[in-house]
């Protein structure tokens, strides 16, 4: 089956650092773009950070310089390592992959809080 599942989530201090993980199934993600999305409550769905099979990256303009994208192919396994926490930070995490949105679909997500 081809899926995704995101852990890593939890509550964090602002300034503090946390490090989500994106397990995949079932597809490579060495040959496909890979994202992070997040949904923060009462806001739709925002783009966070891709990564391309040749290991471009690209983030939004609110997490650049303090989140970094990542993938390990013997693991098969996608990274968001976030530093620098701040409490708009605060949101649903969602991984996917851009060709294959249409099959993993939205799942669970991994929810990450900020907040002293």
């Known amino acids: 089956q081809v899926q995704v599942v995101e852990s890593g989530g939890g509550l964090v201090q602002p300034g503090g650092s946390l490090r989500l993980s994106c397990a995949a199934s079932?597809?490579?993600?060495?040959?496909?773009?890979m994202t992070w999305h997040r949904q923060a409550p009462g806001k739709q769905r925002e783009f966070v950070a891709r990564?391309?099979?040749?290991?471009?990256?690209t983030y939004a303009d609110s997490v650049k310089g303090r989140f970094t994208i990542s993938r390990d192919n013997a693991e098969n396994t996608v990274y968001l390592q976030m530093n620098s926490l701040k409490s708009e930070d605060t949101a649903v995490y969602y991984c996917n992959a851009d060709r294959l949105r249409l099959i993993i679909g939205w799942g669970r997500g991994a929810q990450v809080t900020v907040s002293s």
């Open positions: 990564i391309n099979s040749e290991g471009t990256t």
């Open positions: 079932g597809f490579m993600v060495s040959t496909y773009a």
